[in-house]
């Protein structure tokens, strides 16, 4: 439901003993909503992969019913996170390191980011 109302605005704030957990499910929400609006993703993409997780849990039929008290809830939860896992996984890299970057707020900076590299040396006086 998050995601339909958009998450570019949205912060969190908590007081609980696992705020980095829920930080990292914030921040990989937002990543998901920026990928699936980036016209770089391809289409095929968007549609195929969320869109499948999405039948999976508005379908009647699961894999373990909800009638069973937690885990029927469970498996919903999961496929959906695995398939939007599997969409960030091949989604292409620089889309994704482009979106996560400004998501987590630090620099895109590593190896193969197409970063000039400046060699040098130095002396210690």
Known sequence: MLLW??????????????P???RELLQHL???????????VPLLLKLAVPGLALAYFLWPMDFLYDLIPVLGQVDDVLIVVLALKLFESW????????HWARVTGKSP?????GAEVIDGEYRVL
């Open 91 to 98: 989604a292409p890299r620089s889309v994704v390191a482009e």
């Open 109 to 113: 900076g590593g190896p193969g980011d």
């Open 5 to 18: 109302f958009g998450l570019e605005g949205v912060t969190l704030k908590t007081t609980s003993a696992s």
């Open 30 to 40: 937002r990543l998901w909503w920026r990928l699936l609006r980036d016209r770089r």
């Open 20 to 22: 980095v957990v829920l």
